[in-house]
């Protein structure tokens, strides 16, 4: 069975993007315990049984603006040529968070995917009491040309994150005092919904980095997206993280199953 024969099975293509876009949001994060300029690389490998591809590019930049006590994230996600035969994927976040806090001022995600385009945008706003409003918009254009718009407004009370600034926070964990199969739970917003994020602390680990293998000692966890606090159905499968055990906590591999096989994002360059 050919690559391209194992991209094709059953929905694989829908779960093949959303894994991509985890793994992607997953390296968007800041310098441990302080946030600072930062450039990194990742590449997205699909790999099942003895196949094993290059699925995609992940380009993200931070810069810090120290006087004004926020810091900017852009992130780039493409698909490579022979994933663009089945599903093309580019991709780009971007979002204005709060130095002291992590948490976002503003979020924006532009996805060209499979022939079709979408823009989610959201604004926040928070008060004394730790209440959180955002404000939203989707617009979307299908394969056909038919476009649609669309506004919500969202509430959540405590920390409340987005797709980009949830993994910033995840790198300012104290996982050191975390015991092993310990959770952390936030409110994650999209365009169009709540959700909750929870990571989990799955202990320490060596992982192998670099071109000549260097073993790295990691802190693993893990994290589930569940589309609200009443039925925790999960709207993903639970994707896995490597990030070095050093104040930088640079995450340096992701890991995301398949129906068929799994995408493994591992950094390549910083």
């Not at 793994?23 to 990742?42: F, H, M, N, P």
């Not at 004004?68 to 698909?79: D, H, I, N, Q, W």
């Not at 602390?201 to 670099?210: A, H, I, N, P, S």
Request: charged content about 25%.
């Amino acid at each position: 069975m050919s690559f391209i024969d194992v991209m094709k099975i059953n929905d694989v293509m829908k779960k093949f993007l959303l894994v991509i876009c985890l793994s992607v949001v997953a390296v968007l994060s800041s310098s441990g315990q302080k946030v600072s300029d930062e450039t990194l690389t990742y590449n997205v490998m699909f790999k099942w049984g003895f196949i094993e591809k290059e699925a995609g590019v992940i380009r993200l930049n931070t810069e810090v603006n120290k006087d004004e006590g926020y810091f900017t994230s852009v992130m780039t996600g493409a698909s490579t040529s022979i994933a663009d035969k089945i599903y093309s994927v580019r991709d780009t976040l971007s979002g204005k968070m709060m130095l002291e806090s992590l948490e976002p001022v503003y979020y924006e995600k532009i996805a060209h995917e499979g022939g079709e385009f979408s823009r989610d945008v959201i604004h926040y706003t928070r008060d004394s009491a730790g209440s959180v409003l955002a404000k939203t918009l989707r617009e979307k254009t299908d394969k056909k040309g038919n476009s649609s718009k669309g506004e919500k407004l969202l509430t959540a009370t405590g920390i409340t994150l987005d797709m980009l600034s949830a993994f910033y926070y995840m790198r300012h964990i104290d996982y050191q005092s975390m015991s092993v199969g310990e959770s952390v739970v936030f409110n994650i917003f999209s365009a169009r919904h709540k959700e909750l994020l929870r990571i989990t602390y799955l202990g320490t680990e060596d992982v192998k980095t670099g071109k000549n293998g260097e073993l790295v000692p990691t802190y693993h966890i893990s994290f589930t997206f569940t589309y609200d606090d009443k039925n925790k159905e999960q709207s993903s499968d639970p994707i896995e993280a490597w990030m070095s055990q050093n104040e930088e906590r640079t995450p340096l591999q992701i890991v995301g199953k398949l129906p068929v096989g799994k995408i493994r994002c591992r950094l390549v360059s910083e």
